[in-house]
């Protein structure tokens, strides 16, 4: 299965700044997808990343507060925007690896705690 | 729209109880089914999987197996150990796009 390497693995942040997370696997894929995990709560889907278009926001999420890149079939990058403590969450990114049709890989996450 | 509806917690049990946590879900078509786990400070790992109606999935003795009656996706072991102690999310995939994600039930197992 891929392997994925997700920085930074915590933050601490002043809010009305932005901080870019980071999501490199080791393995060609065509669909990578944000998760946000608010404390002591589930996993919330912010958007599908596919290389070479624009990525797919889910209710709630918009691309000014989290823009995100996919340059390659192998990295991507998802920025949150003018920072407020609400922001303060773990994200993740995953992936659905390229022939693999059930199994998807978690990224170990970022901590993010906005002061 | 799809959904998974997973058993509150938090569950405490004692090392080498049974343990059940009941899962069901809502979708269109037939979709893939999971659990994941989450220990302290890490990331989720995929524990097991089930991809149609009837299937068993089982990794590191847990168990769960697909019921399309039911719709029902419930994880059981037979004898629970302090290391179990961890964030279980159940979870569903349907057209093999995104991951539905279960609240999570937080397990702690005492000696």
């Known amino acids: 299965s891929a392997v994925i390497s997700q920085k930074p693995s915590r933050d601490i942040c002043q809010r009305g700044t932005s901080l870019t997370i980071q999501c490199q696997v080791d393995s060609q894929v065509t669909m990578m997808f944000w998760y946000r995990q608010q404390p002591g709560q589930s996993l919330t889907l912010i958007a599908t990343a596919n290389q070479g278009s624009e990525a797919t926001y889910e209710s709630g999420f918009v691309i000014d507060k989290f823009p995100i890149s996919r340059p390659n079939l192998t990295f991507s990058t998802l920025t949150v925007s003018n920072m407020s403590p609400e922001d303060s969450s773990i994200y993740l990114c995953?992936?659905?690896?390229?022939?693999?049709?059930?199994?998807?890989?978690f990224g170990s996450g970022t901590r993010l705690t906005v002061v | 729209g799809d959904s998974v509806t997973q058993m509150e917690g938090p569950v405490t049990l004692s090392e080498e109880a049974f343990l059940t946590i009941n899962c069901t879900y809502t979708?269109?078509?037939?979709?893939?089914l999971f659990w994941y786990v989450q220990y302290p400070g890490e990331g989720l790992q995929l524990l097991l999987k089930?991809?149609?109606?009837?299937d068993k999935g089982s990794n590191k003795g847990f168990e769960a197996t697909y019921r399309k009656e039911t719709t029902s996706f419930h994880l059981e072991k037979g004898s629970v150990q302090v290391s179990d102690s961890a964030v279980y999310f159940c979870a569903l995939s349907a057209n093999n796009n995104d991951m539905r994600f279960g609240a999570g039930t937080r397990l702690t197992v005492k000696p």
């Open positions: 995953s992936v659905r690896p390229t022939g693999q049709l059930y199994g998807y890989t």
């Open positions: 979708a269109t078509g037939y979709p893939s």
């Open positions: 089930a991809t149609k109606a009837d």
